[in-house]
């Protein structure tokens, strides 16, 4: 058996005009992510003369990836390529999980205990996990940034959930 990502047998859905479906659909995505950005810019102050505003950057970069995610998708529409593959997709579903799982945790359950869930949340990315040293592990990594985030870096974050702070 082979590592590499495996094709999906059978007849394509897609239409016959896209020659390199792996470049097209990658291309689209990049178009999705400029358009989100350029979206989520059109509030910022923009450039006025030749001062530069917060929104400057932010619209510059949207429009460069815009561009090249619709020349990537040309490529992908008229250059034979690769075709669409099937990739695994516990790893980045886990790991986004655990973000996100901080970000909501961290304020109402201090870092102490958001970090060590998001921690483990993470560790279900892989089914090789060693849950007995996964926790060892995730045990000293919160006792680091325990130390690190306040003591170290002098950071006033707060280290256990809001109902014990009393």
Same mark, same amino acid.
């Given at each position: 058996m082979s590592d590499a990502p495996s094709h999906v047998p059978g007849e394509s859905i897609?239409?016959?005009?896209i020659k390199g479906p792996q470049d097209f659909f990658g291309g689209l995505a990049l178009v999705a992510i400029a358009l989100f950005a350029l979206w989520a810019s059109s509030d910022l102050q923009g450039m006025r003369g030749f001062s530069f505003g917060a929104g400057t950057a932010p619209r510059m970069f949207g429009v460069l990836l815009l561009v090249?995610?619709?020349? #990537?998708?040309? &490529?992908?529409?008229?250059?034979?390529?690769?075709?669409?593959?099937?990739?695994?997709?516990?790893?980045?579903?886990?790991?986004?999980l655990a973000?996100?799982?901080?970000a909501v945790s961290i304020r109402p359950m201090g870092m102490i205990f958001s970090a060590m869930a998001s921690f483990m949340i993470a560790a279900l990315g892989t089914h090789e996990t060693q849950w007995k040293e996964t926790? #060892?592990?995730? &045990?000293?990594?919160t006792a680091g940034c325990a130390l690190l985030f306040p003591y170290a870096l002098g950071l006033p974050l707060q280290m256990l959930p809001a109902f014990l702070n009393r």
């Amino acid at each position: 058996m082979s590592d590499a990502p495996s094709h999906v047998p059978g007849e394509s859905i897609l239409p016959g005009w896209i020659k390199g479906p792996q470049d097209f659909f990658g291309g689209l995505a990049l178009v999705a992510i400029a358009l989100f950005a350029l979206w989520a810019s059109s509030d910022l102050q923009g450039m006025r003369g030749f001062s530069f505003g917060a929104g400057t950057a932010p619209r510059m970069f949207g429009v460069l990836l815009l561009v090249l995610g619709f020349a #990537i998708m040309v &490529v992908g529409a008229f250059t034979e390529g690769p075709k669409l593959a099937v990739y695994a997709w516990r790893g980045p579903l886990f790991v986004s999980l655990a973000i996100l799982s901080f970000a909501v945790s961290i304020r109402p359950m201090g870092m102490i205990f958001s970090a060590m869930a998001s921690f483990m949340i993470a560790a279900l990315g892989t089914h090789e996990t060693q849950w007995k040293e996964t926790f #060892i592990v995730g &045990v000293c990594l919160t006792a680091g940034c325990a130390l690190l985030f306040p003591y170290a870096l002098g950071l006033p974050l707060q280290m256990l959930p809001a109902f014990l702070n009393r």
